[in-house]
Each structure stands twice: as structure tokens, then as C-alpha cells.
């Protein structure tokens, strides 16, 4: 079975279950260093001087939590793939004495009777930061993020984040953790941008949700449809990310825009500034000197993507190995020239693949609702307590938008369309050849999930027209032709030429302004393109199959979209990897050459 496409796997290599990996005391302080599910980035900036106790003192100052350096590396998992460099971009050094102090200050400027921090605890690693949950002898708790090196460019990152989530709190009432200190540079006693926030209550819903009876699990589906709702009736006058206005130069102008009333609103606290997405920093564009922004329309926004793929596949020094193929003599083999003419076609296309202008609106998103991101009331789920993880929110165009929560992720086969209903019927013939108890349980379950994506869908045509519109968009072609452009510096442009070639056979069958006559194609490939194209996509498959039989040697459980495995799995990997290795280049090369570039083209470690 597929699962659902416009959603993450989860990662079944990680444990929902907090563990313990150790306890040490420091001082006065107790440390607990724990291996769990990842409580995402956030971050911030002192406001007021720190408020004394009766003593007319801060509190004692206890050094030594520094000397773990468990605090400051990647140690949730393990990575099958190019695993030095995925640690390196994941470890960062700072004093965690110092932003015990600034949680101390926090703590006795928020709640009465705080004087000291009683216990520290490393939260399980995000992708993009470190997280640390300090807690006061007064039982008052707050967490302190620490970007990663990957999350995106210095001050940028961080300032963004911090004024996102309080335009997210105070402006538009969603339920997000309450920024007592930030930092956006890493010129301060800590040594690294953080931010201090409150430390949510409840549990992650991801705890309970398989659990959930379908009326609770609606319950928390409306509530999510109603910020949704909230944000689809938002709409800013720029593309790009959200700052404070003092965090950007002089000249950047206050943010306008028109609430969900209908009312045009200008803020001077608030601009908009440079995306801080994450197809912005991902695979090396962090370091590129490309036009992040802002922008003034959908098209501005889609034509950058377009140049940053560029840049980046002229200038990188070597371009980036692909995720989902293994590339030899034997297949395609990617090149700067091919890459090249895959984004030019992009561009000469761009303003034909674009939708309605309505659906071209700036807003702003949270694009990773997962149960890990909402946290609940344990006694009543449908009761959110909180949303966390804003870091690298950008405004984009309604219709780039994640705009189906990833809680409705299901391991299955799709929706064939937008209103369709399931079958239990059809459903139940999935698991024909499984014992009668255990196929009615799998398929009733499923059954179930996606129920609930159906009812979402319906939901969302009643209450938000607009938003599913944006839906229906998501399912065309040209809205693909947009979305695969993001990664043509990785992967993808052998199919991406493909699907041209196709389009161009068809008269453009799913581009309706070229079809229909209204505008010529700004694209003609020869008969001999053609022919070429055929070929590199066929070869590309093929490079595809091989990715895909190396994944069955090694074993399919140690894959997920996080390309994360536990410490176990990576050790019983380890055992499995040279001798998959062995046989499959034994396999596939034909001379001593071919056997030499698979040895190279092999991804696992």
C-alpha cells in the first residue's frame, strides 16, 4: 500500500515513549538527558531586566552543565546516509550555564517564589534544533531552543520565528507558547541564538490519537479547520517571512494587511522580510546568495524558486546526491546541462501554471500540523493546548501551502478525488489474504482514517470555499509543474523534461491557457529532444528501481521520510549494509569500471 502523498511517513524508528537515558547531578542541579519524540524549534529575546528575589539577588550562579556534551550533538538517532556530515550540520556548542541563568530570570519574572532550577532536560533533537526544558523549585517550567547550523541563515531564523509566533498569539489567537527571552545573535553570554518559551502543558496528541474515539478525533479536526479558517481570511500584502520591524533594515515597510473581517490593517511593530523557508536552506541553498525576498506577487515568489534552482546548479561545487535513486553509467546520469534546461523550461512556462488570482493571496501557514506539533488537554484531546513549532514560516501563496493537517497522514491507498467517500468493501479487499479477525481490524482502522480526511475535505468546502479551491489546484498539473521545480537542483529533472514532453505531444492538454489557444507555448523541443528526453526517463526509472532494491536488501523497516533509524537499528544495519552491498554491486556491474562508480554511487554507510 501507497501512503497518502501530501503527507510524511512516520518515523517508526524513534520511540513515542520518552526514555531515559541517564541521570547526573550537577550542584544543586539535577540533569535528565531524554530520548523522545521531537518537541520542534522556537525561539526569542530578552525585554526587561531580570526581576530580583526578596534577597535582592538573581540566584547562585552553578556552573558544570556544560561538561556533558550529550546536550549540544544530534543523539535522538542515527543516519544511514552521509552520516559525519549530518551530525556536523546538527551539533552546536553554547554555554547552557548561561541559559540556565536567563531561564532563572524568566522564571522569577513570570511566577511568584521562583529562586532556583531544580532539573534540566534535553528533549529529544528536532531536524533543525536543540531543545531544554528547565524547571524552577517553584515547579515553574520553560524550554530553551537552540537552532542547529541547518536551520537557516543567522538572526534571520530566529528573529522570524519569534515575531510569527506572536503575531500567531496576539494577533490572531492561536494557541502558541508565550516568548519570555530571545536572543537573534549568537554575540551574547550564551554564545548561540536561542529563545526562551513557555513550556506547553498537556501531551502531544500523537500520544492519544490512534486511541481517539472518530468524535473526539473530529472535534480536534475542527478546532485545527477554525485556525485554518483564520489564516485562509488573512491576506498580506507581501511574500516572504514575518519579522519585527526593528529586526530589518530601516527602510522595510510596515506590514499591511487585510484580517479576517475584512479590514485593511497596517501594523508598524511587524515587516516583511526575507523567507526563512526551508526550500530556501535545505541541501546547501543556505549558503547561496540568492533573492529570498520580499516579494510582491505569486509570480515574483515562483520566479525566484526558478533562479535559486539555477544558482544553485551552476555554483555548487559538486551537485547533491539524489534521495531516491542510485545513479551510474548503467542509467541516467544527472548533469549541470540537463538540470539547466529543466528550470529554463520552468521559467518560460512559470506564468501559464499559475491559478486564479484569488488563489494567489499571501498567507501565513503552519505546514507541518503533525501530532507531534499540538499538544492537548490528556483528559479531553479535542482541548488544544497548544502549537508549537513555527521556525521557517513563511507567507506564500494560498495555494503553496500545506493546507491538509498531516494528523490525517494514513498508511493506505488515496482518495481517488477531492469528495470521494471510502468503501469499507473495497477497503476490506486490501487484506483478503490475512486471517478473517486481523483483516476486519486493519481494514475497519483504515476505514476509519480515511473517513476522516473525506469529512475534512467536505468540512473544508463548506466552511472555506477559497481554501478548497486551493485543494483542487493542488491536484493539477501545473500546480505539480510548480511544486517539482522547488528541487531540480537535487533531483528530478529527467521527469520533470518528461512530463513537458508529454505535454507537448498532448497539444498541452493540462495547461488550459496554452490549450486553449490563448497564449502559443513558450516551449518546442525537437525530435531528436524528445527522443533524448524518452530515454534519460526511462534510464531514470531504472536508477529509481535500483534505489528501491537496494532499500529491499537492507531492509525496507530501516527507510522513512526522515531518513532517521534508531541506535539499535543502525547497529543491526550496520551488520546487514556490506554484505547487501557486496551482492548488489556482484548484480548490477557489468566490468571492472561499472563496478568502481556503483562502489562510489552506493549511499549507505
Known amino acids: 500500500m501507497n501512503r497518502r502523498t501530501n503527507g510524511p511517513a512516520k518515523n517508526q524508528a524513534v520511540s513515542h515513549r520518552s526514555q531515559v537515558l541517564g541521570t547526573h547531578h550537577v550542584g544543586e542541579f539535577q540533569v535528565v538527558l531524554h530520548r523522545r519524540t521531537p518537541l520542534r524549534a522556537i525561539r526569542q529575546r530578552s525585554t526587561a531586566p531580570p526581576p530580583s528575589n526578596r534577597n535582592g539577588s538573581i540566584s547562585t550562579r552553578l556552573n558544570g552543565w556544560n561538561h556533558n556534551d550529550e546536550f549540544f550533538r544530534f543523539t535522538r538517532a542515527r543516519f544511514l546516509r552521509d552520516e559525519p556530515r549530518q551530525l556536523s550540520h546538527r551539533y552546536v556548542p553554547f554555554n547552557l550555564d548561561e541559559l540556565g541563568q536567563v531561564a532563572i530570570r524568566a522564571a522569577q519574572g513570570a511566577s511568584k517564589g521562583a529562586r532556583r532550577c ?361 500546480f505539480q509543474l510548480l511544486l517539482f521545480a522547488r528541487n531540480l537542483l537535487v533531483d528530478g529533472e529527467a521527469t520533470y523534461l518528461a512530463l513537458l514532453a508529454d505535454q507537448q505531444r498532448e497539444n498541452w492538454r493540462d495547461i488550459p491557457i496554452i490549450h486553449h489557444g490563448h497564449e502559443p507555448s513558450p516551449i518546442c523541443f525537437s525530435a531528436d529532444m524528445l527522443q533524448r528526453i524518452d530515454i534519460d526517463h526511462t534510464d531514470t526509472n531504472s536508477a529509481v528501481a535500483l534505489m528501491r532494491e537496494a532499500h529491499e536488501m537492507i531492509g525496507n523497516r530501516f527507510f522513512c521520510a526522515s531518513g532517521l533509524v534508531s541506535h539499535e537499528e543502525f547497529r543491526e544495519a550496520q551488520q546487514i549494509i556490506p554484505r547487501a552491498k557486496a551482492e548488489f554491486i556482484h548484480k548490477h556491474a557489468r566490468n571492472a569500471e561499472e563496478a568502481l562508480e556503483l562502489e562510489h554511487a552506493w549511499p549507505f554507510q
Open 118 to 478: 531544580v532539573n534540566i532536560e534535553k528533549l529529544a533533537d528536532g531536524m533543525h534544533n536543540k531543545a531544554v526544558r528547565f524547571t524552577m523549585d517553584n515547579g515553574f517550567q520553560a524550554v530553551g531552543k537552540v537552532p542547529n547550523p541547518n536551520a537557516g541563515k543567522p538572526h534571520f531564523t530566529t528573529a522570524s520565528e519569534v515575531a510569527t509566533m506572536d503575531f500567531m498569539r496576539n494577533i490572531m489567537g492561536i494557541p502558541v507558547p508565550k516568548v519570555y527571552s530571545w536572543s537573534s545573535t549568537a554575540d551574547n553570554a550564551v554564545g548561540a541564538e536561542y529563545i526562551l518559551m513557555e513550556n506547553v502543558r498537556g501531551v502531544q496528541l500523537g500520544t492519544l490519537w490512534d486511541q481517539l474515539d472518530v468524535e473526539i478525533k473530529m472535534k480536534v479536526l475542527k478546532k485545527v479547520t477554525s485556525y485554518q479558517e483564520t489564516w485562509a481570511r488573512t491576506c498580506f500584502s507581501q511574500y516572504g517571512s514575518l519579522y519585527y520591524k526593528q529586526d530589518l533594515a530601516s527602510s522595510a515597510p510596515c506590514v499591511k494587511y487585510t484580517d479576517h473581517n475584512g479590514g485593511t490593517v497596517v501594523d508598524n511593530r511587524f515587516a516583511i522580510g526575507p523567507s526563512v523557508s526551508r526550500q530556501n536552506n535545505d541541501d546547501g541553498r543556505i549558503d547561496m546568495d540568492v533573492d529570498r525576498g520580499p516579494w510582491n506577487t505569486a509570480e515574483d515568489y515562483e520566479r525566484a524558486t526558478g533562479f535559486r534552482e539555477l544558482h544553485g546548479i551552476r555554483n555548487v561545487s559538486r551537485l547533491p546526491g539524489s534521495p531516491i535513486a542510485i545513479y551510474y553509467s548503467g542509467t541516467y546520469q544527472p548533469s549541470r546541462d540537463k538540470k539547466t534546461l529543466a528550470v529554463e523550461s520552468y521559467l518560460k512556462l512559470l506564468k501559464f501554471l499559475l491559478p486564479e488570482k484569488s488563489l494567489q493571496t499571501s498567507h501565513i501557514w503552519h505546514n507541518d500540523l503533525h501530532t507531534e506539533n499540538i499538544l492537548v488537554n490528556p483528559m479531553d484531546p479535542s482541548e488544544i493546548y497548544g502549537i508549537i513549532d513555527w521556525q521557517s514560516t513563511e507567507l506564500a501563496p494560498l495555494y503553496d501551502h500545506t493546507l491538509e493537517p498531516y494528523i490525517l497522514d494514513y498508511d493506505g491507498p488515496p482518495l481517488d478525488g477531492l469528495m470521494e467517500r471510502p468503501k469499507l468493501a473495497d477497503i476490506r479487499a486490501l487484506f483478503h489474504d490475512e486471517p478473517e479477525p486481523i483483516a476486519n481490524r486493519k481494514a475497519n482502522a483504515l476505514f476509519i482514517d480515511m473517513s476522516l480526511v473525506s469529512l475534512y475535505r467536505h468540512l473544508i468546502r463548506q466552511k472555506i470555499p477559497q481554501l478548497f479551491k486551493a485543494l483542487e489546484f493542488r491536484e493539477t498539473m501545473c
